[in-house]
């Protein structure tokens, strides 16, 4: 099981970031895929997650209505699209997953990615 995060990049206040996580190893579909962030100094903190059980979750007040999580079946890759992103949304981004249901616990999660750099600022 390998995932493979990618998209981060530097954007503007207001700007659109899209990241991507894709499998190898193994088919998305039946797994629950989630993607977590974590600022410096901060604990790494859930922010949605998608599983063919469930309506997508999103764990985050501050990125409800402005981020989106998607799965494309055809790619294994599961995406977070980004909007109207903010100097707060700065972090490492990292999907991980895991057989099962979605859980904003880190520890659900055996498999992770190596993370991509999103950076806002003007």
């Known amino acids: 099981v390998q995932l493979q995060a990618s998209g981060g990049g530097f954007v503007q206040p207001g700007g659109s970031l899209r990241v991507a996580c894709a499998a190898s190893?193994?088919?998305?579909?039946?797994?629950?895929v989630a993607w977590f962030r974590q600022a410096p100094g901060k604990e790494r903190e859930g922010v949605a997650c998608?599983?063919?059980?469930?309506?997508?979750?999103y764990y985050l007040d501050s990125t409800k209505g402005r981020f989106a999580i998607s799965r494309d079946d055809a790619k294994n890759t599961v995406y977070l699209q980004m909007n109207s992103l903010e100097p707060e949304d700065t972090a490492v981004y990292y999907c991980?997953?895991?057989?099962?249901?979605?859980?904003?616990?880190?520890?659900?999660?055996?498999?992770w990615g190596q993370g991509t750099q999103v950076t806002v600022s003007s």
């Open positions: 998608l599983s063919n059980e469930e309506v997508p979750r």
């Open positions: 991980a997953t895991d057989e099962g249901r979605c859980s904003s616990w880190a520890r659900a999660y055996r498999y």
């Open positions: 190893g193994f088919t998305l579909d039946g797994y629950a």
